[in-house]
């Protein structure tokens, strides 16, 4: 390549700087736009309250509070309801409120309530209030936001001919699923079906447009981040501004013969935003439960949560090492309470394994819950999978599927091959699903002991693949001797 000699005289060369100088200028103020200017800077505490004698609600009527559905899971497994499941007491948020803030969430299962004002000092006052016994901050607005762009970009109808494999259902997706043992699962007739999954995500952007996607079940769509928190688009609804989920809907629901099949492609499915991807502040937590409470009580019986934490905005909060023993974070004590309501908890390991932290993050340490790694299409550990074991011994990851990478669908209806343990989980997530199908009379924790004792080194688990890849129609089989 070369340049041919331009001759510049001054004129010219005036023009050629103001027109820079606007280019500039233009840049500038379009980058302006993208932040969210500060406005009275918010503050939100957690509130731990001393009990709940003060409730408007009582066991004897629990279908007050929990749907038929949730009510008949628990009923099947032999699970009781108990004080966890009651509500905060509308006395005590009243409290708070007449205090003049403002509450954006409570948490029945820890009784706690979630306040937020733009005076750190009322908040401090509250917490003299009799009804509470512990308090933190877990929000501090930052002095800007980065504002997400309008990218609900126009979907893919079609995929390309290089996308899809000839008379295969599984498409691109068969080595993921196969490797587990989901294709003979599929084949004597369980996919899901009759099982509800929750995924608690960041964003689903299109995942009611993508023509992979028109076949799956989706009961709706809930954002449990209060408004004032979302980096609001004014053309696109928060809980759609990012792809994450979609992918992860599509390692499970996707229907798409000769590209790609998901997991649990019958299984109906819930779809709750708690993740705010333009911070990281132990908020997070708080929504991840009320999520996961959400999840109980519309009747889920699986959860797939591709999200983890350990490092916040600011290092306020931040976890260490030692933390990881699954009762220390707040978020982690919510995970080990599912298996108590029923519920499987699918969670991603982490994707530190290249980084100073290595381990696995929060909730992933949790107790009674399968924390899943990823692995490449060779069966070698992924380099970014995040490790364990737990700080008190206890093996993690559970096990490892494919995630280096993983067949998924995009937000703009593409196939697309992305990395993560966020998409090895729900490829294991949808297949409890299918194992829960064929196993209809097994609890949650004896789902989660039947997945553990089919993986491939059940027998001498490591802290890098825990129990090894599991064989869901082994454990199946397993189970019905």
Known sequence: MYLCPTIINQPMMNRRITLLLAMVLTCLLVSASKVKRPGPKTYIYRYMLCDKRAGDYSLSQPQRFLSKRSLE?????????????????????????????????????????????ADSLLLDRLTSLPCVSRWQCVFIAPDSIEKAEDIRWNVHEHFNQWDSVKNDPYGMARQQIEMLGGDRLHDAGYRGQGLVVAILDGGF??????????????????????????????????????????????????????????????????????????????????????????????????INSSLGYYDYDGHRGSYRLQDLDGLTAFISRSASMLAAKGIVLCNSAGNSGMGPWKK????????????????????????????????????????????????????????????GTSFSTPIVCGLVACLWQALPDKTALEIIDLVRRSASQYA????????GIPDFWKARESAKR
Request: charged content about 20%; overall charge negative.
């Open 73 to 117: 899971r628990r009923a099947r497994q032999g699970l009781a309801v108990d004080s966890t499941d009651l509500p905060v007491s509308r006395k005590y948020v009243r409290l708070f409120e007449q205090g003049g803030a403002t509450v954006v969430g409570t948490s029945r299962w820890h009784n706690s309530v979630l306040v937020s004002s």
């Open 205 to 302: 952007q299109n995942y009611d447009r993508i023509p992979a996607l028109q076949k799956a079940v989706v009961l709706g769509l809930r954002d449990v981040i209060p408004p004032a928190l979302s980096t609001r688009s004014t053309k696109v609804n928060p809980a759609m501004e990012i792809d994450h989920g979609t992918k992860v809907l599509s390692a499970m629901a996707a229907q798409a013969p000769e590209v790609a099949m998901g997991s649990a492609p019958d299984a109906h499915y819930w779809l709750l935003r708690c993740e705010e991807p333009a911070f990281e502040q132990p908020v997070e937590e708080d929504f991840w439960t009320m999520a996961a409470e959400l999840a109980d009580s519309l009747g889920a019986d699986v």
């Open 460 to 467: 001498e688990p490591t802290n890098i693949f825990g129990y």
């Open 360 to 419: 696995i993050g929060v909730p992933a340490d949790a107790r009674d819950i399968i924390t899943v790694g990823a692995i490449t299409k060779d069966k070698q550990l992924a380099a970014f999978s995040s490790i364990g074991p737990s700080q008190d011994g206890r093996v993690k990851p559970d096990v490892v599927a494919m995630g280096a990478p993983a067949t998924l669908i995009s937000g703009r209806g593409t196939l697309v091959h992305d990395m």
